[in-house]
């Protein structure tokens, strides 16, 4: 929540330090000595009434604003759902069958990565693909934390596509594709930072042609193109997800309606 309402200020108007899994007394109590010696604001998401009701106490006597981010939601839905909450800080890390399904899907997604485990790509509940550099690493992570399983394959200019992403379902597969001026600056960073070596790996008329390329092979096998030009991680990713869902007909390009 904190990281969301800094989006609306200037960069560093506020310097942030998390203290997370604060669960006993002694540490919540070293937490807020060193937040008045730095005469600093506390805002906190605590669950518990004991420890919300220190906090409060400590901060009043310290002298320091305090803001606590969770009191009035859980009053809230307390209030609409005429059920007391539970104050429990376990709850929130379960070990149950939903997360289970997020840390298989994690591992799946790491050995799917940039053409893994093609044998059992088929297993996927979506397989990205586009040029290097377009994103489908980190899209397929953050959507393994959702639990999805994804795969991704890289495709290069001159080199067919694997014969089992040729052989998946065609509303199995997203292409990405992106603006080819800044895929040009993307690598040029990447090799100035990596080291990547290639004869064209930067070249703009390359470059050029690897986009031209996946997009008529996108709209020939029937997959849904995503455009990341300037786009968030989240933003794709979302974009996926209503894919998943989507009805429109393949080789269309999925249009973002996100709030």
């Not at 320091?64 to 005429?82: E, H, N, W, Y």
């Not at 997360?99 to 979506?126: N, P, Q, V």
Request: with cysteine; net charge negative.
């Amino acid at each position: 929540m904190l990281s969301a309402f800094q989006t609306q200020f200037p960069p560093d108007a506020i310097s942030v330090r998390y203290e997370p899994f604060v669960r006993t007394l002694p540490r919540l109590k070293e937490i807020l000595e060193r937040a008045t010696h730095e005469n600093a604001a506390v805002c906190h998401a605590i669950v518990s009434d004991k420890f919300k009701s220190f906090i409060q106490t400590s901060c009043r006597s310290g002298g320091l604003p305090c803001c606590d981010l969770t009191g009035g939601i859980v009053k809230f839905l307390s209030q609409i759902a005429r059920s007391k909450p539970r104050c429990n800080v376990q709850s929130l890390h379960r070990i149950d069958e939903a997360y289970r399904r997020r840390i298989g899907a994690l591992e799946f997604t790491i050995s799917h990565d940039d053409g893994l485990g093609l044998d059992s790509i088929h297993e996927a509940d979506a397989v990205l693909v586009g040029v290097s550099r377009t994103s489908k690493t980190p899209t397929s992570i953050y959507l393994a934390q959702q639990g999805y399983r994804i795969a991704n394959v890289s495709l290069a200019l001159g080199i067919d596509p694997p014969e089992q992403l040729l052989a998946l379902p065609p509303d199995k597969v997203v292409g990405l594709t992106i603006d080819p001026e800044q895929l040009v600056l993307i690598r040029h960073r990447r090799q100035a930072t990596f080291g990547v070596n290639g004869l064209n790996y930067g070249e703009t008329d390359q470059v050029e042609r690897e986009i031209a390329w996946t997009r008529r092979l996108f709209s020939s096998r029937g997959w849904k193109m995503i455009d990341v030009t300037d786009q968030a991680i989240e933003e794709t990713a979302a974009r996926v997800l209503e894919y998943l869902v989507d009805t429109t007909q393949p080789g269309e390009e999925i249009p973002l309606e996100l709030e």
